[in-house]
């Protein structure tokens, strides 16, 4: 660190700059008025991927559905994934309402406040447990997530990329180091408000940076070349076929299974398409693997583009009439034959939501 005081001195004094630019400076938002643990874990659940303006309607909407954890964890699992549904990750909401299960029945119903216990809890990893512990209990604990690692980064020269799991350490070590002990809420908030806010990405607003007198890349001119990063390899893309099959004037929805990737929300049938197959007949194949039922393609709704966290995919549609076979799963948990003004009863993954208008325009002019 440059300059003459010590590092203890050094660290407290950029512990006091950070809290008071805090302090005086922070976003008004709804989790920093509270000392609820339960109320601070949502909002940290839901910011773990998201960013803050996604996260606000939802926090809101949630704790209104579920104003205590008592509530969510009575609360049936699909109208939690309905509440959540838009805000993608959905394992964070299966996890959040199992967790909020145990806690009722083998806690008394009350948030842990030792690491232990909280720790071991269903999708709480270290930093949520720190985030919790730290805001809720002011507990001595310090959060890693983007933005602190960012600030870090710059502040002391870390030359380990952000985007290594193997960096962590490096990472977490720093930031213990920092740690105010007196008031680790404040100054967890003030190091991630402060990588938000000010230490961006792009363009950090170094002039207004409580802590640039501080700053190792900020007084060797090398903002710029921080946080070092790791090439990543290009997002994968699939092809995805799926059919909205018609029967009786209703409609065939699969649930996935509970666990993985967008589990337990409802869905269209379909699947990838395989070399040298078109996408209708991957639409045929898949509906056959996945429900037993024999279909024929009517006609194509629509081509859909979406990228998740790791790949992408491109989904083309089609409206399909039921031909023989009696539903018999294989992949998916559940079914329904449902009517279409039924489809906002039942959470989907944001992919599909992106041809109801279409699919429910289709059905008003073709089957009235
Ligand atoms: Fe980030 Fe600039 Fe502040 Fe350094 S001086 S911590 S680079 S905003």
């Known amino acids: 660190m440059p300059g003459k005081q010590s590092p203890m001195t050094e660290f407290q004094s950029l512990r006091q700059s950070l809290i008071s630019w805090y302090l005086a400076n922070h976003r008004d938002l709804p989790w920093r008025k509270t000392t609820n643990p339960y109320h601070i874990w949502v909002s940290e659940v839901m910011l773990q991927q998201t960013q803050v303006d996604t996260v606000l309607p939802y926090y809101r909407r949630f704790l209104k559905r ?3 954890l008592e509530r969510l964890a009575r609360a049936d699992l699909q109208a939690v994934l309905k509440v959540w549904e838009g805000l993608g990750y959905y394992a964070r909401a299966r996890n959040l309402h199992r967790a909020a299960g145990i806690i009722l029945h083998h806690h008394h119903g009350i948030v842990p406040d030792g690491w232990e216990d909280f720790r071991k809890l269903p999708g709480v990893g270290d930093y949520i447990a720190a985030a919790v512990l730290s805001i809720a209990f002011e507990k001595p604990y310090s959060v890693v997530d983007g933005n602190v690692k960012r600030v870090l ?3 002391f020269l870390v030359e380990n990329p952000v985007n290594q799991s193997t960096s962590i350490k490096i990472f977490k070590e720093a930031a ?4 105010s002990h007196e008031d680790p809420a ?3 908030q003030a190091m991630m408000e402060l990588g938000a806010m000010v230490c961006k990405p792009q363009q950090p607003l170094c002039s207004t940076c409580p802590i640039q007198r501080m700053c190792l890349a900020y007084g060797t001119g090398r903002v710029g070349e921080y946080p070092k990063k790791l090439k990543r390899s290009p997002t994968p893309q699939f092809k995805i076929a799926v059919g909205v099959v ?3 004037r209703r409609v065939l929805i699969t649930r996935r299974k509970p666990e993985g990737l967008l589990g337990g929300l409802w869905e269209f049938p379909g699947g990838k398409i395989q070399n040298n197959e078109n996408a209708k007949d991957a639409c045929i194949r898949e509906i056959k693997e996945e429900t037993n039922l024999s279909v ?3 006609s194509h709704l629509g081509r859909i583009k979406h990228a998740y966290t ?3 995919i491109v989904m083309d549609v089609y409206c399909c009439s039921y031909i023989s076979g009696k539903v018999k799963l294989n992949g998916p948990a559940d079914h329904r034959w449902i009517k ?3 489809l906002d009863d039942y959470p989907f993954p944001k992919a599909n939501h992106k041809f109801f208008a279409e699919l429910k325009q289709f059905a008003a002019s073709a089957i009235g």
């Open 296 to 298: 024929g393609v009517d």
């Open 153 to 155: 980064a710059r502040l």
């Open 340 to 342: 279409l003004d039924k």
């Open 66 to 68: 579920f104003a205590s």
């Open 186 to 188: 404040t100054f967890n």
């Open 176 to 179: 213990d180091r920092l740690l």
């Open 310 to 312: 790791h790949f992408k």
């Open 246 to 248: 018609f029967k009786n």
